[in-house]
């Protein structure tokens, strides 16, 4: 059986996690770095606090696990997409640590261990995804050997989206679940609806709405609006590739999985199509060292390691440039 620790630093969250072959998942450690209200994350900032933890959260995930450095088998790093300061502090955490140990190093794609640890935790096995997050928005499906994009955002992602507005109206952190909170209180008004063929676009729905609070309009009004709009947009696109590629499972996955709204709309929409949501259990939905772990299992049992040289960074590492093999 190999053990692989996993080390995720794309953006805000430096988390440290431990799986094993067997798909069990050991450990699950993170520390996260929280703007103050108003801010978004500043790269440099994130990755000071990365660096600043990074020890302690190693240290906290092999307690959880009970196990010691020397039982670990495999080093499993996000190598993209991401942060590039912020990347590379798990990059240069996993090197070392691959470097001291004499271990296998496996640079994984965040996206896919986002998917790979739904199909995991969910038993979900072929869906079409629902990849949402602050960084990410996309519909993607397993054809050919790869996660193909069906449709995704043209412009800012739908977790960014909501971060943005939350930062406009000055709402605390994480801006997500403060805007489905406020969301709980709020009524429809209307926002634009911009949905380009199987793509998306949620800037002009964020300028809108900070022109609707500017105007007067509620904060939990707005917020419900932003939810309700921004929700119906990736359920229409995700319905229509359910059609196309005649899957009967879709799988929600990344940190806007956390919001129970959108599974209760996506739930919607499969039962009348006759197919099952899977949604990715809510500690794995948001970044996490886990889902590098068996990402990186997953990547090694392939043959895909990743030689030092090879071992830098990018920032813009797609989900579909990765070869499924397994």
């Given at each position: ?11 805000h969250t430096f988390g440290a996690g431990i799986a ?135 412009d800012i992602p739908m977790g960014n989206a909501l ?69 119906a947009m990736l359920i229409e696109v995700t319905e ?87």
């Open positions: 059986m190999m053990i692989c620790l996993g080390i995720e630093s794309t953006a094993d072959s067997n798909g069990k998942i050991l450990s699950n450690a993170r520390d996260t770095f929280l703007a103050k209200p108003g801010k978004g994350i500043v790269p440099r900032e994130a990755a000071n606090h990365h660096t600043d933890v990074c020890a302690a959260v190693i240290r906290k995930s092999l307690a959880e696990a009970k196990l010691k450095l020397s039982d670990i088998c495999l080093i499993a790093f996000a190598q993209g997409p991401g942060l590039p300061p912020c990347l590379r502090v798990g990059a240069v955490a996993a090197r070392t640590l691959a470097l001291k140990l004499n271990r296998p190093l496996i640079g994984a794609n965040h996206p896919v261990a986002h998917i790979e640890i739904g199909k995991l935790l969910t038993g979900a096995t072929d869906p079409v995804i629902l990849y949402v997050s602050g960084g990410n928005t996309q519909v993607l499906a397993l054809a050919g050997g790869r996660y193909r994009v069906f449709g995704e955002t043209l971060d943005q507005f939350a930062r406009t109206a000055n709402l605390g952190n994480p801006g997500g679940k403060s805007v489905e909170e406020l969301a709980k209180k709020g009524k429809y008004s209307e926002l634009p609806y911009v949905v380009k063929g199987m793509d998306l676009s949620f800037a002009g729905i964020v300028t809108a709405a900070e022109q609707k609070l500017k105007q007067g309009t509620s904060v939990e009004d707005i917020c419900y609006s932003l939810q309700e709009t921004c929700f229509r590739a359910l059609a196309h590629t005649d899957k009967k499972e879709v799988l929600l996955v990344g940190g806007v999985a956390a919001n129970k709204r959108f599974s209760e709309m996506l739930g919607i929409m499969a039962k009348e199509r006759n197919a099952k949501v899977f949604v990715v259990p809510q500690e794995y939905a948001g970044d996490n060292g886990a889902m590098i772990a068996w990402a990186g299992l997953l990547a090694h049992k392939d043959g895909t390691d990743t030689p030092l040289e090879k071992s830098g960074v990018d920032s813009s590492w797609r989900a579909d440039d990765v070869d499924v093999r397994w």
